[in-house]
């Protein structure tokens, strides 16, 4: 099953968190920094989460599931680990109400996470690297993350200062670019020559050379 890679804005959209145990602590400490607003439905949960929710007023937990929310919902996330509570193991909610909201979003066309059961996903969490403006998404599509995490620490190696620099100068002309040549092939080929010649020393000599010398190709492109 080949997947196709997505990313998303979240800031201001919904995001359902089904369930209270650990794994859904993790999942919301993970998005929290998107601004998403989040919604956690779960009859019961544990106590670090609680206190994740006092500290943070962007959590809104409810006992039961709201599915007019539900339905409102950018994404939603499932979790059915159980928590420990005085040496006893509890379910954060029941099995049925899992079922329901699965069924829900099914006909609702909701993208849908199962933590840990991967064959009830309709997205995965991948390992995200970060670094000024490159944003790059590393999934092994449920199965090994700890290969996505070794992946995530090489590309230090190829996302170096030179890359950054030059992905922050072309933004600033992206339009004019993308106006001049209008070709997609050719727009490829003047993105490549700039990446492969000595294009990014010019740039960290001097800008403005840089910008006549990247007007010129824009020329030579058109």
């Known amino acids: 099953m080949k997947l196709y890679p997505l990313v998303i804005k979240l800031e201001d959209k919904i995001c359902s968190f089904i369930g209270g145990g650990n794994q859904i602590q993790k999942k919301i400490c993970d998005i ?18 609680q206190d994740l929710i006092e500290t943070n007023k962007k959590i809104i937990w409810q006992k039961s599931v709201n599915y007019e929310i539900l339905l409102k919902s950018h994404l939603v996330f499932i979790s059915d680990e159980a928590i420990q509570q005085n040496g006893k ?5 029941s099995l049925n109400e899992i079922q329901a909201v699965m069924k829900f979003c099914k006909k609702y066309s909701k993208l849908i996470c199962f933590l ?9 969490n991948t390992h995200i690297y970060e670094k000024g403006p490159i944003l790059i998404s590393i999934s092994t599509s449920g199965v090994a993350p700890v290969i996505g995490n070794y992946l995530k620490k090489q590309l230090d190696c190829i996302v170096n200062d030179d890359i950054i620099l030059l992905t922050n100068f072309l933004s600033k002309y992206r339009s004019k670019i993308v106006h001049q040549i209008n070709d997609y092939n050719k727009r490829k080929a003047f993105y490549e020559q700039l990446i492969h010649s ?21 020329i030579e492109f058109r």
């Not at 840990?116 to 995965?124: E, R, T």
Request: charged residues 25%; contains cysteine; glycine residues 2%.
């Open 32 to 49: 929290l920094e998107y601004n998403p607003k989040i919604f956690l439905f779960a009859e019961t949960i544990n106590p670090s989460l």
């Open 89 to 93: 193991t509890i379910p954060t909610i």
């Open 116 to 124: 840990d059961h991967p064959k009830y996903c309709d997205f995965y």
């Open 198 to 218: 000595d294009f990014i020393e010019l740039l960290k000599k001097n800008e403005e050379e840089a910008l006549g010398k990247l007007l010129q190709l824009m």
